[in-house]
């Protein structure tokens, strides 16, 4: 069985203009870092014309599919039937992305499969990181 998961999902950008641009951007789960969601955007959906990735806990994502969830630069909330907003803050501003909740509900069913929730720390090789810690300190 793979390791990883990786998924596209068709993500709304919103910003001021009526309409709202879609770009494909790329859900991804390690089981090595079990606990993490990575959300990669491409070059050209980004105002500094270069690849974007956001990483944040899969239990956010759990939790935002439910409730408006999130503190510090992530945050994510149903919106209607069948939309999740996510919402990224950085210096330069804010991000509001849209993406299907039934896309989402796929991806983190796949996570789960991998990794069991309450399961993650099983997945964690403590040794592993602990030394190339050690060898970052030198």
């Known amino acids: 069985m793979s390791t990883v998961i990786e998924q596209a999902v068709e993500a709304r950008l919103v910003a001021a203009a009526p309409r ?8 991804h789960y390690d089981r090595s870092d079990p606990f993490a969601v990575r959300m990669t955007f491409p070059a050209a959906a980004t ?4 690849e974007v990735c956001w990483t944040f806990a899969r239990e956010l994502l759990d ?27 950085a210096p330069e501003g804010t991000a509001l992305v849209h993406v299907r909740s039934h896309e ?15 399961e993650e720390g ?4 403590l040794d592993q990181d602990l030394d190339q810690l050690m060898r970052d300190t030198c």
């Open 20 to 27: 709202m641009p879609t770009v494909s951007a790329t859900l």
């Open 122 to 125: 099983q997945h964690l090789d």
């Open 47 to 50: 105002l500094e014309g270069v």
């Open 63 to 89: 939790d935002g599919m439910e409730d408006a969830s999130g503190e510090g630069d992530v945050h994510i909330r149903p919106y209607g039937y069948d939309r999740t907003v996510l919402e990224f803050h």
């Open 104 to 118: 989402l509900r796929r991806f983190l069913r796949r996570t789960h499969t991998l990794v069991p929730a309450g």
